[in-house]
């Protein structure tokens, strides 16, 4: 993971602290051997935040956090999966890539399989930069946006 991705899930986990105190935020979170981006704990409520900025197959963060909670990997009486997708997985005539529908498509499925399972997307604002391009200047703004859309789900 780049820099960027770095300081955008740091600010995005010290925005959710501030929201959502009662939850106990960290970053790189392990959910048996599958690194969450950001997670935070409070008593028997989970919320595990996945951010896809260009991955190949986002899909398959969603089906590992649904098969280690299907196996009981993660105990907590409700788990909120939320999968932040930016502007990379748009595509230029409308709508979006098959790549985040097949990922959505997983995290329905999950939701109809398990109670204590709730998957949403959220729309992350922002144009990721290729490697080494210079970091959009909205991208603060953007992340606490995100934060905020998070933190009034939970």
Not at 126 to 142: I, T, V
């Amino acid at each position: 993971m780049g820099s960027f991705a770095t300081a955008v899930q740091s600010r995005l986990r010290e925005r959710l602290a501030v929201l959502r105190p009662g939850f106990d935020w960290k970053t790189e979170h392990h959910v048996a051997t599958t690194p969450v981006d950001v997670a935070g704990r409070a008593d028997d409520h989970v919320a595990l935040v996945e951010l896809e900025w260009r991955r190949a197959d986002p899909a398959n963060n969603t089906a590992k956090l649904f098969r280690h909670l299907d196996e009981e990997t993660l105990a907590a009486d409700a788990v909120d999966v939320f999968q932040l997708f930016t502007g990379y997985y748009d595509l230029t005539s409308g709508g979006v890539s098959s790549k985040r529908l097949n990922a959505e498509f997983v995290g329905r499925i999950g939701t109809q399989a398990l109670d204590s399972f709730r998957y949403r997307t959220v729309d992350f604002v922002l144009d990721p930069p290729k490697r080494g391009g210079d970091r959009p200047d909205d991208w603060e703004a953007a992340t606490d946006a995100t934060a905020r859309e998070i933190a009034d789900y939970l």
